[in-house]
């Protein structure tokens, strides 16, 4: 840790890059002066993202999310931060977490949908579910880099990044107690959520994957490569969703996502072309 580094700042930069490597690395296309920032709201949203993963029942994940919610909240309106690293990192980027504060809340919605596995029935539900977290943080990136002027359209980077992140990690999300997949889908396999949570029928688990993959994850990456080039402030968006392609390409072939020469390779090109 540098002396000019906090160790709130550390806190942040260690939770993304231990939960989501890929957003970590994205954010090395990122303008100098906005990674830390960026760090900070990544860390935020790692915070929501393991919340259904590490409760034993709804209702205290609801009081979790609520917490966070208070929290920033109480940063925008200029009020002392509540003791946490990543509250105070927010804090310490409070001339844009005012601006942000509706896109944070954003998030926090979307991920208090997860504490209900029974909304999640269809593959409509999932792709409009996975439409807000990608939207959320493709706009919340925008606002961080000062960018929200151009950011029309990135919405569809955030989308292909979020499906390779779920399916890519569908097998945590069990583990964690989280099924996600839709009902449908799992019934037509002849699953359900309770029998995998039991690991139960885990053998034809990989074909469900390859199958959403295959279909709704590439219709995500066709509209992340539909939208053109982004500007250089966007670049995260543009690298990340380019490592996500690759993933779910290789998801959809049935082999695994684990490929990181080409998804970094991805990462670069993405990133200096300004798009997919």
Not at 97 to 121: S, W
Not at 134 to 149: E, I, L, P, Y
Not at 156 to 169: D, K, S, T
Not at 248 to 265: H, Q, T
Request: include cysteine; aromatic fraction near 4%.
């Amino acid at each position: 840790m540098s002396e000019m580094q906090s160790q709130d700042e550390t806190y942040a930069l260690d939770a993304v890059r231990a939960r989501n490597q890929e957003r970590a690395l994205a954010f090395a296309f990122a303008p100098a002066a906005r990674r830390r920032a960026l760090f900070a709201v990544a860390a935020f949203d790692t915070e929501l993202e393991k919340t259904a993963e590490t409760v034993s029942e709804p209702m205290l994940g609801q009081i979790r999310l609520a917490w966070w919610r208070e929290a920033v909240a109480e940063i925008s309106e200029g009020d002392a931060p509540r003791r946490h690293p990543v509250v105070a990192e927010l804090a310490a980027v409070a001339g844009r977490t005012t601006a942000l504060r509706a896109r944070l809340e954003g998030l926090i919605d979307a991920r208090e949908r997860e504490l209900d596995p029974a909304r999640f029935q269809t593959r409509a539900d999932l792709r409009a579910h996975l439409a807000d977290i990608g939207a959320g943080w493709a706009q919340t990136v925008s606002r961080v880099c000062d960018a929200v002027d151009a950011s029309a359209g990135v919405d569809a980077l955030g989308e292909a990044a979020a499906w390779a992140r779920e399916l890519e990690r569908v097998g945590a999300r069990l583990a964690g107690g989280v099924c996600l997949l839709p009902a449908e889908d799992l019934a037509a396999a002849g699953l359900s959520r309770d029998g995998l949570l039991e690991e139960r029928g885990v053998d034809a688990l990989p074909e469900l994957i390859r199958s959403l993959a295959e279909t709704e994850g590439r219709d995500a990456v066709a509209r992340a490569r539909s939208i053109g080039a982004t500007p250089p402030a966007l670049s995260p968006l543009a690298a990340g969703a380019a490592s996500a392609a690759i993933a779910i390409d290789r998801l959809a072939a049935g082999r695994s996502p684990d490929a990181p020469v080409l998804r970094r390779l991805a990462m670069v090109r993405a990133a200096a072309r300004g798009g997919l």
